[in-house]
């Protein structure tokens, strides 16, 4: 395969170029390339990132596949320009063994349209109590571990699976809340929550466990990530752990950095997400820090949700957002078109760094790699309708939003996977 034409975003700057596709790899990078080929891709006005990858996405399967199954997932994932994506162990059972592991990793390549790698627990049943088979699921795929959805409450667990999985060379992906301090709080504490009458979290369930995982990080001379930051007191942890030379990582999502929680005023189930959409002043702080590198990658936290879920009143319903078909686009209207990062920062903070995190094939478009890439019409512009969504998961806070960025296709080793 040849795509012509095409604006490509490379590590160095974004340059018109051809790409000459084979056995699924990136074989050169040229001005122009004019051999026979069985396929070409005119990109003429559009822009070729590298494969986008999500390395937080709920899938739901085995379980939960009325929410969401891993065909459905990934139909969603190459739709918004994802050629791997990293789905969490919350299943039932739950991936805390190498037999639900490897069922995700083989019925992901049953599917066969973007490449599906588990993240296995870090606690048996996510209960916190005893070490999951780290080794065991490493073996047969698993990316990561974590217990996302909750936090490790014993700390001494907490050090024990860092040190484990930084021997297994993978990291512990942390999700950050002081449960007792949450107290069955559905939104962030503040005026909005007040005005709602909604019990409210304050930001220092969030920042607690942050700073403990950055703590025992530090001690332990061990990396650490942290999932879906939120607040702008999280973001200055993080970064001042930076510069001391901690090895941590972290992640923010496109609603963290698109809204505020002026939304939760109209009572919208949608809106109801895990940690929740905080104040202007921490969306600024998501931004400055997705800027300068505090935040190193944007996560879409894909959350689909069946709508009996939603459909309740807002203290009942669900965590959780549906993110994987407008995440690129979020990103393009309120990073891109805004100028607070370059398409190369984009393609950095979507792919090349949680290629890194993860050690992950991909991540950037060289020669002589494979070819996971995506083709986008960057001044396209669609509104946000959930019902159309590939994935089972409808429950989007952007319903009606005006946003620009329209994937045109995905293409996984080499193969187009989607076609608008």
Not at 68 to 81: F, P, T
Not at 128 to 137: L, P, R, S
Not at 169 to 194: R, Y
Not at 233 to 245: F, M, T, Y
Request: net charge negative.
């Amino acid at each position: 395969m040849i795509i012509k034409n095409g604006n490509v975003v490379l590590e160095t700057g974004v340059a018109k170029k051809d790409l000459l596709i084979e056995n699924g790899k990136i074989v050169k990078i040229e001005d122009s390339i004019e051999v026979g080929a069985n396929e070409v891709v005119d990109a003429n006005g559009l822009y070729v990132f590298p494969g986008l990858i999500d390395m937080h996405v709920h899938l739901r399967e085995p379980g939960f596949e009325h929410k969401e199954d891993i065909e459905s997932g990934s139909k969603a994932a190459v739709k918004g320009g994802f050629t791997q994506i990293c789905c969490m162990p919350n299943t039932d059972p739950v991936a805390d063994n190498k037999v639900v592991v490897s069922y995700i990793k083989k019925r992901g390549e049953e599917v066969g349209l973007c490449k599906v790698r588990p993240i296995g627990a870090i606690t048996k049943g996510l209960k916190g109590e005893f070490m999951a088979d780290v080794g065991e699921m490493k073996k047969v795929g698993a990316v990561a571990i974590s217990d996302d959805g909750k936090t490790v409450k014993n700390s001494r667990l907490m050090r024990l699976a860092m040190e484990y999985a930084s021997g297994f060379d993978i990291k512990c992906l942390c999700h950050c809340e002081d449960a007792e301090l949450v107290d069955g709080g559905v939104v962030h504490e503040g005026f909005n929550s007040t005005v709602a009458g909604l019990k409210g979290i304050q930001r220092a369930a969030e920042d607690i466990i942050i700073a403990r995982e950055i703590a025992l990080a530090e001690s332990l001379d061990v990396p650490v990530h942290i999932c879906h930051v939120s607040t702008y007191s999280g973001v200055r942890l993080i970064r001042d752990a930076k510069r001391a030379g901690v090895k941590v990582t972290a992640e923010t999502c496109p609603h963290y950095f698109s809204l505020t929680d002026d939304v939760i005023r109209d009572f919208n189930t949608f809106t109801k997400v895990n940690p929740p959409i905080r104040e202007d002043v921490d969306r600024d702080a998501i931004i400055a820090g997705l800027k300068d590198g505090t935040l190193d990658c944007i996560v879409t936290d894909h959350a689909p949700h069946h709508a009996d879920d939603k459909n309740v009143e807002y203290n009942l319903a669900s965590f959780g957002i549906s993110g994987l078909e407008t995440s690129f686009a979020l990103a393009i209207t309120n990073l891109y078109k805004t100028g607070v990062l370059s398409l190369n920062e984009i393609a950095e903070r979507m792919s090349g760094a949680p290629a890194k995190i993860l050690n992950l094939e991909g991540g950037k478009i060289v020669k002589g790699g494979v070819a996971d890439l995506m083709i986008a019409n960057l001044d396209e512009e669609w509104v946000v309708d959930g019902e159309k969504f590939l994935s089972k998961g409808k429950n989007t806070p952007f319903n009606g939003a005006k946003l620009c960025g329209v994937v045109k296709y995905t293409l996984v080793n080499g193969e187009i996977k989607y076609q608008a």
